[in-house]
């Protein structure tokens, strides 16, 4: 198999296929709407998410700091979708819609995350983007940043592609 070169960093999605990505990604995964994680840019070359702050996010009630479930979950959702971006680049030959039915089989292999500081915020924001994109095989890495822009975790993660 022929590996397809990666994307040009100006290259931009249809807006057809950033709906269909973002409906997927916010809508039917479920779990992605219990945390509240959202989409703020979708490209190629990376993604980027934000987790407002709430109640029922809460890991130590006496700091009001972010579980560390949270962080974790939302660092491997955001590079899976980070996956799924690069997997659309690679084939946009394809129609947008051919492309939305590519991420049947993605799933995470191995995640790693490291805990840097306490997540104390309103909101955060969520970074991903793909190092590797082999043919079976996806390598990702992650950033888990506070309202001001301080970085509060970071994260490695395999995924599977078929």
Not at 18 to 33: A, D
Not at 75 to 97: Q, Y
Request: aromatic share 6%; no cysteine; hydrophobic share 45%.
């Amino acid at each position: 198999m022929i590996k397809k070169a990666a994307p040009p960093p100006d290259l931009e999605f249809e807006p057809e296929f950033v709906t269909g990505l973002k409906k997927i990604f916010e809508e039917m995964i479920i779990f992605n709407q219990v945390i509240g994680l959202k989409v703020t840019s979708l490209k190629p070359t990376e993604v980027r998410g934000r987790i407002d702050m709430k109640r029922e996010l809460i890991g130590h009630f006496a700091f009001n700091r972010l579980h560390g479930g949270v962080i974790s979950a939302g660092l491997d959702a955001m590079a899976g979708l980070a996956v799924m971006a690069a997997i659309g680049a690679r084939h946009m030959d394809e129609a947008p819609i051919q492309r939305l039915h590519r991420f049947a089989k993605l799933g995470t292999i191995d995640l790693r995350v490291d805990y840097l500081r306490p997540a104390i915020s309103d909101h955060f924001e969520l970074r991903a983007e793909v190092m590797r994109l082999g043919s079976r095989v996806a390598s990702t890495r992650m950033e888990f940043l506070g309202a001001n822009g301080e970085l509060l975790s970071t994260g490695t993660a395999a995924y599977i592609l078929s």
